[in-house]
């Protein structure tokens, strides 16, 4: 394709060297990164988040959950602001594109307006949201689910890291990033919010295409699946007298991926946990619980999905099966005046493009409660993610910091 107009570009050196520098918090020297939320190499990228955003003329606030606003000001006092941004922590072993890319390429449409002296009428806000992978501290999108009252802050703040004996709330006080609940995001100062990412999947790679624009969130449920046997010596027992609870659940497994996979080839589904008891070589199994993930993006299919769990057999093999609904989440849709935005935006850069779903969560879903909300995907090298080996390459980070800038351009001008 061509370029139909003329576009405002960023700098694509520029944005590498910030996935380059922010990769040394927390580095693991072989290409990926350990950085869970405010731990000290997470509290060091925010420091360097901070000062980069400062030098740009950028006023730093936090609010009463440490996450970050860097907001550049607008031409036009009392407008609202508009937010784009992501997270800065990692899961372990991760890599230095997850999250990071949407704080880093927000960043660099700062700088480029900055630099290029370019109008805009609203302030402009780059964030960071704390405790996003849900890590260090369970669960994900922790903060961006206080802000949109899905958790409450008092019982996040008892949640215990794991492997370890600090709470979120100790963490929070020892970071130095805590301040104001009023400065959290809200509809009153806030118009609308934009997080680029990661595909975090395969689809835009194995299609050949640059942009995906981000329809909306999957809907999912999340089951857990029981089967409870009887423990019996495994030398002595026959096998005809066995009620095997791992047999059994093996079993239901394997009918759930038949019957599931008849339903619709976009419905995704997997059994990710399984816990045996009492795990030991030389007894039968006595229990088995293992998780059921299902995602679609049309909830008449989850429905489904429930239906065929629900009229699972109650006995298998001898063994008594039960369930019980672990979470689950409703499809969301994001705005369309700003997926309108994002279209026209690739579509003037000349950039090949798709629209799509993610299947993964992200902070966006929740705001879109609260504000017009929507995602800006680039390619991720052999669709990997949550890994050393994540990667997209500088062409690929450069095309979603154009989109973004060109987008919020659009939706300074006009909304």
């Given at each position: 394709m061509?370029?139909?107009?003329?576009?405002?570009?960023?700098?694509?050196?520029?944005?590498?060297?910030?996935?380059t520098s922010f990769s040394k918090h927390g580095d693991l020297c072989n290409g990926g990164i350990t950085r869970l939320s405010l731990s000290p190499p997470a509290l060091a990228a925010r420091a360097e988040?901070?000062?980069?955003?400062e030098a740009l003329g950028m006023t730093v606030e936090t609010d009463d959950i440490a996450n970050m606003y860097a907001t550049l000001p607008g031409s036009e006092p009392g407008l609202k602001r508009i937010v784009m941004g992501s997270h800065l922590d990692s899961v372990n072993t991760g890599g230095n594109y997850d999250g990071v890319y949407g704080v880093l390429s927000s960043l660099e449409v700062i700088e480029t307006i900055v630099t290029d002296k370019i109008q805009?009428?609203?302030?402009?806000?780059?964030?960071?949201?704390?405790?996003?992978?849900?890590?260090?501290?369970?669960?994900?999108?922790?903060?961006s689910g206080i802000v949109l009252g899905k958790f409450t802050k008092e019982k996040m703040c008892e949640v215990v890291e794991r492997d370890g004996v600090m709470t979120f709330g100790e963490a929070l006080e020892a970071s130095g990033y805590v301040s104001d609940t009023r400065n959290r995001l809200n509809k009153d100062d806030y118009l609308c919010y934009f997080e680029p990412h990661i595909e975090q999947?395969?689809?835009l790679e194995e299609e050949g295409l640059e942009i995906g624009i981000v329809e909306g969130v999957v809907g999912m449920v999340n089951y857990d699946i029981i089967l409870e046997g009887?423990?019996?010596?495994?030398?002595?027992?026959?096998q005809n007298y066995r009620k095997d609870a791992l047999r059994a659940a093996s079993k239901i497994i394997m009918d759930l991926w038949d019957?599931?996979?008849?339903?619709?080839?976009?419905?995704?589904?997997?059994?990710?946990?399984i816990q045996c008891k009492p795990n030991i070589h030389t007894i039968v199994p006595n229990y088995v619980k293992f998780t059921l993930d299902s995602r679609?993006?049309?909830?008449?299919?989850?429905?489904?999905v429930v239906d065929i769990i629900e009229n699972l057999p109650k006995d298998v093999y001898g063994c008594k099966l039960s369930y019980e609904e672990h979470w689950g989440r409703k499809t969301i849709q994001f705005n369309d005046q700003l997926l309108g935005y994002i279209t026209k935006a690739a579509k003037d850069l000349g950039l090949s493009y798709k629209d799509m779903y993610s299947g993964a969560g992200h902070d966006a879903q929740y705001v879109s409660e609260m504000l017009p909300a929507v995602m800006i995907f680039i390619p991720s090298k052999g669709g990997l993610s949550h890994t050393v080996v994540e990667y997209s390459s500088p062409d690929q980070l450069a095309n979603g910091a154009n989109v973004l800038l060109n987008a919020v351009l659009a939706a300074d001008a006009e909304m």
């Open positions: 061509n370029r139909s107009v003329e576009m405002y570009i960023v700098n694509k050196n520029r944005m590498e060297e910030k996935i988040f901070k000062k980069r955003a805009h009428r609203h302030p402009l806000t780059v964030m960071v949201w704390t405790n996003e992978e849900g890590a260090r501290f369970e669960p994900a999108m922790m903060c999947g395969p689809v009887v423990s019996a010596h495994a030398g002595t027992t026959p019957k599931l996979s008849a339903l619709d080839s976009k419905l995704v589904f997997t059994t990710g946990q679609h993006q049309d909830m008449g299919v989850l429905t489904q």
